[in-house]
């Protein structure tokens, strides 16, 4: 795989060096966010995830029309080791093949997630042949000294085993994918981590735990040498297992990149609700204070992803900040339905410059009593998602090449929060929610509206039911700005369509509609009288 192309004067540069057939790669732009390439252009996962258990001919023939619904230019599958090596060294490929080529021709990418030997901090996945051999696949075991369904990270025949498997998957999936990349990601294992304990007390773990920390952890960590405790205290179990789960996780990753270099990623069950102990949440995952151990551990993985299933407007861009680092683009590859969810999608492109959103549980084979879904149609909770991702399409490759630029923004409506406004160039943009006023259900929070500067003078407003006014700023020397020309429309690939142009009353309003309205505005500054009020450009 392409990984951080390091010295190209820009990301055209790197776009010459990688053909349209090329891998799928993440790369470094010059100005240090990243751009993840399909078959060589920017492209952003506008995703859905399957439930756990859906990823089967049987639910995807019904859930293929859903997805067309949606409008999602990415699905993301779980593939179950458990199915694929139902006994040793016996491969089963069949619903895979289905999936690729059903997702192939629905005109969809496909993110493959790797349920092996971790998901959601334990170990369901592995085959029947694994689980019943804990002599021969060794299991965790908590400080009470209680096996647990969670296999060891320590014990290398659990490694080799995972990885064999991976591999052999990976090899399958050149073979017929290859020159088609219809699969552009791998996700390996889920939400990976121990979940009620912090670490492995296995004999085989403890006796590592009594030895000497290994002196790169130590170092990168600036930690003195010692055990795990000496050097690291009260942290030292979950830096053990966020060590030694890293360590597992690339091998398998790397193993799969030998036969078949897709990119490759692992997801977060984040630490940040509850009381954050590890063991509430898998113990050793990624988690925002594990990343540099991580970093160190895993060289083979190419970005580490959070999911959010917190909507709140802090936990969310709080999540984002933390996993939009230098060293890692931002990946959300799952998080919650609804308008919270709709809006915050704006904030990880706009604001955290994320390679890709997506939304959890997009099928409605969940066997869950409780789930009252249609299963004919999507179901309402999508709704917002779907306006989301028919707009975005618009301007997908524009806000790709703007992410990362200094000149891409989000705003959203959110609870008790009636207006905001940003500094885009040399003005100020005011957005006001609530509007239009004729929105049937004021209480839903619709609100969101990204902000692309095009040009000193030129910005793109992409979004839906917000109100937007526009300054000079204020130390600028001028007083007002005027629309020379406000269209509506959307790109194709580089080119700008226009569908029509607003003027007279529609710029009066200068409200983005409930559909969701891609706006490209072109401005004057002018300077009035310099005593006069300093008006907006509708008063
Ligand atoms: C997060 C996990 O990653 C998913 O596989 C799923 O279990 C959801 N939680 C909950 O439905």
């Known amino acids: 795989m392409k990984i951080l192309i390091p010295c190209f004067l820009c990301l055209h540069t790197a776009l010459a060096q990688v053909s349209n057939n090329s891998l799928p790669a993440i790369v470094k732009k010059t100005n240090g966010s990243y751009s993840f390439l399909v078959d060589g252009k920017p492209f952003i996962v506008l995703g859905a995830q399957l439930w756990n258990s859906s990823a089967w001919p049987s639910v995807l023939e019904k859930t293929w029309p859903q997805l067309k619904e949606l409008g999602c230019n990415t699905l993301e599958a779980p593939v179950y080791w458990q199915n694929i090596e139902p006994e040793p060294g016996k491969y089963n490929f069949k619903e895979l093949d289905y999936l690729v080529n059903g997702a192939r021709k629905q005109g969809l990418r496909l993110i493959l997630l790797w349920f092996a030997s971790f998901k959601n901090g334990s170990s369901q996945y592995p085959p029947e042949w694994v689980l019943t051999q804990p002599s021969r696949y060794p299991r965790m075991k908590n400080s009470g000294g209680e096996e647990m369904l969670i296999l060891s990270t320590v014990a290398q025949a659990n490694i080799d085993a995972d990885k064999k498997a991976f591999a052999a998957m990976m090899r399958h999936l050149k073979e017929t994918d290859g020159n088609q990349h219809t699969v552009i990601m791998v996700q390996v294992q889920n939400e990976a981590g121990s979940l009620g304990t912090d670490r492995d007390y296995s004999e085989a773990a403890e006796n590592i735990f009594k030895k000497k920390v290994p002196v790169e952890l130590t170092q990168s960590l600036k930690a003195k040498d010692g055990t795990w405790k000496e050097s690291f205290g009260p942290q030292a179990a979950e830096i053990f297992s966020a060590w030694h789960l890293a360590k597992y996780i690339n091998d398998v990753a790397l193993a799969g990149k030998k036969e078949y270099d897709l990119p490759m990623y692992v997801n977060a069950w984040p630490r940040e609700h509850g009381f954050q102990r590890p063991g509430e949440y898998p113990s050793g995952g990624p988690v925002s204070t594990m990343l540099d ?247």
């Open 293 to 539: 151990i991580w970093k160190l551990a895993a060289p083979s993985i190419a970005l580490i992803a959070v999911d959010i299933y917190l909507g709140n407007y802090s936990t969310f861009n709080d999540l984002c900040k933390k996993y939009n680092r230098p060293d890692n683009p931002l990946f959300i590859p799952e998080m919650g339905k609804g308008p919270d969810f709709a809006r915050n999608q704006f904030y990880a492109l706009g604001n955290y410059n994320a390679i890709g959103v997506a939304t959890y549980g997009i099928d409605p084979f969940h066997a869950d009593p409780n789930d009252e879904r249609n299963k004919e149609r999507l179901d309402d909770k999508f709704a917002y998602f779907k306006d989301n991702y028919r707009l975005l399409k618009g301007a997908l490759e524009k806000i790709a090449e703007l992410q990362g630029s200094g000149k891409l923004q989000a705003v959203t409506e959110d609870y008790g929060l009636r207006e905001q406004v940003v500094q885009a160039g040399n003005y100020d943009i005011l957005f006001s929610y609530g509007y239009p006023t004729y929105k049937a259900n004021k209480s839903l929070l619709t609100g969101r509206a990204l902000i692309g500067q095009l040009a000193e003078d030129e910005f793109l407003i992409i979004g839906f039911d917000t109100k937007f006014q526009i300054k000079p700023r204020y130390d600028s020397g001028f007083s007002a700005a005027e629309f020379i020309i406000v269209e509506e429309g959307y790109y194709e690939k580089e080119k700008w369509i226009q569908t029509r142009i607003w003027n007279g009353d529609e710029v009066w309003h200068s409200t983005l509609t409930p559909e969701g309205v891609i706006l490209k505005i072109k401005l004057r500054k002018t300077k009035k009288n310099p005593g006069a009020p300093l008006k907006a450009n509708f008063e």
